[in-house]
């Protein structure tokens, strides 16, 4: 089974600039999860799609992160004006039913500059 | 904010000891999992309990949970160098939500 499929791995950008994260979740999964993970801290739940409504963005900086997941499938985010402390990882995981086994993506590691 | 907190923040052990990994946690939940993360693989689940159980095994992993204390801890037997790794509790937080704590650095030494 193909796993959770995200791009691009690596994305240097200047601080001010705009960036957008794609994910393909594993297929009939209908949660999908994106997360920021700092340097040697663990994973921050950005926002939670249930197929294509969002269950918590409540850890979303909404006036510069953006998400969607179209179709109830891929998802984007995206990230417009970027900060230096946007630098991280960010991961898309998928699951069958909310809250249980999650499958993560290899991630994206952001360095805004 | 973390739900989840693991204790020690870093733990290093010999090949062929047992590491345990503890995680605290804030609210009720229905279950809660372990994950591990490396570069090679990502992050990658173990294991789940629910929150009717108290403890489980798989494989060389054993994982308790005491609700009442609102806790978990992670045994991992006969460590091998291939178990380092950050390991990271995560609950549903009472609801559908998958929230981590800050995890444990393992390092096995061979």
């Known amino acids: 089974e193909a796993g959770v499929a995200q791009s691009p791995r690596y994305k240097i950008i200047e601080k001010r600039q705009s960036v957008a994260f794609w994910c393909n979740p594993i297929?009939?999964?209908?949660?999908l999860y994106w997360y920021q993970q700092i340097l040697g801290q663990g994973p921050k739940l950005l926002i939670q799609f249930q197929n294509n409504g969002v269950v918590d963005d409540s850890q979303l900086p909404k006036d510069r992160f953006s998400a969607e997941r179209l179709k109830g499938v891929d998802s984007t985010l995206k990230i417009q004006p970027a900060k230096l402390e946007d630098s991280a990882v960010y991961l898309c995981a998928s699951s069958l039913v909310a809250g249980v086994e999650a499958f993560f993506g290899q991630g994206t590691r952001l360095t805004v500059v | 904010s973390q739900q989840g907190e693991e204790d020690p923040q870093a733990l290093s052990i010999q090949e062929g000891e047992n590491a345990t990994m503890n995680c605290s946690y804030k609210?009720?939940?229905?279950?809660l999992q372990w994950y591990r993360q490396n570069s090679g693989r990502g992050l990658v689940h173990l294991i789940l309990i629910r929150s009717n159980e108290r403890e489980k095994h798989s494989g060389r992993l054993r994982v308790t949970l005491d609700t009442s204390k609102k806790s978990s801890s992670l045994l991992i037997t006969a460590s091998r160098a291939a178990d380092t790794a950050s390991y990271f509790c995560a609950t549903d937080a009472g609801g559908n939500k998958l929230v981590f704590g800050a995890g444990t650095i393992l390092r096995v030494k061979s």
């Open positions: 609210t009720s939940i229905n279950n």
């Open positions: 297929s009939g999964h209908a949660t």
